[in-house]
Structures are given as C-alpha cells and as structure tokens.
C-alpha cells in the first residue's frame, strides 16, 4: 500500500443534497447549531504538547470549509470511517491496527487527546489514521462529502446529564439528519453510551431519521470490534450498563426499507 501525508490542495466540494423541498439539512445551515463541548484548561502532559508540536503537520488536518478527498488525504482509495470524539485515542489505536484495510478519520478537540492520538500513531507505526481538531459538526458539514463514509463511531459522548444542558448533547435530530447524508449506501452509524437516558435518547433520534434503519431490535450487542475500554471495564464491574447502536443507511433509496426486511 502506498500511503503518503496529507496534501493541501483540497477538491472543490459538491453541492450539498437537498431534502424534500430542497431545504439543506439543518445542521448543514451555517450557525445554526449550539457546540457540543465546552473549551476548558486541563492538563497536557509534556509527551502531549510535544507530540502536538512536532508531529500535527504530519497526521493532523486543518479545518477547512471545502471538502477533502480522502483519497488524496490518505494516499490511497479505501473505505473511510470517521470517529468523533476518539478521547485519548486508545480505542481508536486498536481499531485502526485491526483494520488496516480502511482509512480512520478522528475528529477532537481537547488538545491532550489530540496529543495523545498523535504519539499513538507515531509509536504504533499506524498510516491510516488523520486528525482534524475542530467542532464535529462543522467538520462533518463543510469537510466531508456526500455519500462518501463507510461508517462514523461515536463513542461515550458527553451526556450533559443535567435537563438544562440537554440541547448540548451532540446526538440531535438535526445533527444526524446531516451525518446520514455523509454515509454511503450500506454504511453504518455505531454510537455507544454508558449513560442510559442519553442512550434512550439516542435511540429515539435515531430511529426517527427515515435515512437510516436499525440493524437490530434496539440495543445492539457491543460487536467484537469495539475493544471494552478501563473505563468501560471499571463501570461494569460496578454494576454500570452500556448500551451500543448500531444504525445503517440503506442499500437502496434513502426512505426505502432494508432489502433484507
């Protein structure tokens, strides 16, 4: 395989798919959506701030407003999953030896993780991992194209357990509708959460967007490609639930039912 850095010349995106009526998916509308995370001081360690200063150029890229080729990103043509929100990158590590036939995008915006993925990637000789330190969402609606995603991870976003802070969980209505559009035909959303109204609340949203299908009644079972985080291990030991999703966009027509129903 023949992978190389990423370059900076960027294709000229498409135009964005419309819905019925041919509104843009809300969230694909600039400015209108509340930022999931909150910027706050927290500890880097110096491996962290070294690796960010040293190695960002190489596997990081640069927020854009144009969509990328992930073709030219990664020097290779292969199916591209994104993840959102990799933490300190110990699972998407994992994953992304596993199957070093796809291509891994992480989006996260906490310099400490992004530290922290980059020296993975550097120590773990990985090729097929990239970074984009920016807003998700923004992300995923200037920066990704159409169709184009053979599957998005979303893993323990913050639940913003209080009702104020609700409408700040990165799992909405709109934001979904948007993400759906970024998934080829026969891709798959896994979302997983260990706060259970959070995962209540993910369920609902996400059986209620036509352009996806439920794999499964429900709960998924956590797939043997997920590795079980510390953390994860801990709170099941405690007594603590998780519960994953797994979603897919249909084969055929973006409102048809599965082909296999």
Not at 29 to 46: E, K
Not at 128 to 146: F, G, L, S, T, W
Not at 252 to 261: F, K, L, T, V
Request: aromatic content about 8%; hydrophobic content about 40%.
């Amino acid at each position: 395989m023949n992978m190389t850095t990423p370059s900076p010349a960027l294709p000229i995106p498409a135009a964005e798919p419309a819905l019925a009526g041919g509104e843009l998916p809300k969230a694909a509308r600039p400015g209108t959506h509340i930022r999931s995370f909150v910027h706050r001081r927290g500890h880097i360690t110096l491996s962290q701030k070294e690796a960010l200063e040293t190695l960002t150029d190489t596997w990081s890229l640069p927020y854009t407003d144009r969509h990328i080729s992930f073709a030219q990103v990664f020097g290779r043509e292969a199916p591209t999953v994104l993840e959102i929100g990799f933490g300190m990158g110990e699972t998407t590590e994992k994953i992304a030896l596993a199957q070093p036939e796809r291509n891994f995008l992480g989006v996260e915006v906490f310099n400490a993780g992004v530290g922290a993925m980059l020296r993975r990637i550097e120590d773990s000789g990985l090729r097929n991992v990239r970074i984009v330190q920016h807003d998700a969402v923004e992300v995923m609606r200037d920066m990704i194209p159409p169709a184009s995603l053979a599957g998005v991870h979303i893993y323990f976003p913050d639940p913003w357990p209080k009702k104020r802070h609700h409408k700040r969980r990165l799992i909405q209505p709109a934001f979904i509708e948007l993400l759906a559009t970024r998934l080829a035909p026969g891709a798959y959303l896994h979302c997983a959460t260990d706060w259970q109204p959070y995962a209540e609340q993910m369920l609902e949203v996400l059986s209620g967007e036509p352009q996806l299908c439920n794999t499964c009644e429900g709960y998924a079972e956590r797939p043997a490609w997920r590795p079980q985080t510390k953390f994860e291990t801990r709170g099941l030991r405690l007594g603590h639930g998780v519960w994953d999703l797994i979603f897919e966009r249909p084969p055929a027509s973006r409102y048809s039912p599965r082909a296999d129903a």
